[in-house]
């Protein structure tokens, strides 16, 4: 048996027995990344009734699952990626690069304004040498950034999956002059071993939104 496909069942053995696994099967949720939102949200209250909400990265759906739950019939969530996402109630999918200036202009015809949080638990494909891989991870960051400047209102606010590595404080910096306070979470969700956590940016200082 080869080294790959050694860590492939390695990785579907433990992914058996996960917990958040089993609980997100039972509650009806896409994937276990529900309960790192969930935990989040619950400790930063950022998620609320009548929000609207981009959720950036988001197939297979999980977190726009929550957020359609959270933001009520009131609200709304707009959700995109590359891949194709299977219907979610109250959920607006998108399919497509959120860069491209066709999703932009459909996700401000969706939401009908500014929005008020934008989520991504976005990341690229590995390629396993790590400076592509690291590469390619800011590249996603800084269009997201740039995508939240660009579509939330002033005061609104960002919350983006990052990893730890050397260019990361760079991003942050970035992050730090945009919004007025910007912090980090690492949910109990998020395997012990995996270098992810998330980077939380309210209160957005300056929109670049057009009707903002």
Not at 59 to 76: D, H, I, N
């Amino acid at each position: 048996m080869s080294q790959k496909k050694r860590r492939t069942n390695q990785w579907l053995q433990n992914h058996r027995k996960d917990g958040f696994v089993k609980r997100a099967s039972q509650a009806g949720y896409r994937s276990r990344a529900v309960f790192k939102l969930e935990e989040i949200d619950h400790r930063d209250h950022l998620i609320a009734s009548g929000m609207k909400v981009i959720d950036l990265g988001a197939a297979p759906g999980g977190w726009s699952q929550y957020l359609a739950e959270k933001v009520g019939p009131g609200g709304k969530v707009v959700a995109i990626d590359l891949l194709d996402i299977q219907p979610i109630n109250n959920v607006t999918l998108l399919q497509g690069d959120f860069t491209d200036p066709r999703i932009h202009a459909q996700v401000i015809d969706e939401l009908g304004g500014p929005a008020d949080l934008v989520l991504s638990d976005a990341a690229p494909n590995i390629s396993g040498i790590s400076e592509v891989d690291q590469a390619n991870f800011i590249a996603i960051l800084d269009a997201a950034l740039d995508f939240s400047t660009h579509i939330l209102r002033k005061g609104g606010n960002l919350l983006i999956k990052v990893f730890e590595f050397p260019d990361l404080q760079q991003f942050r910096r970035r992050c730090e002059r945009e919004f007025k306070r910007v912090y980090t979470r690492k949910p109990s969700a998020s395997r012990s071993k995996s270098r992810e956590y998330y980077l939380i940016a309210t209160g957005l200082l300056h929109t670049k939104h057009r009707i903002g």
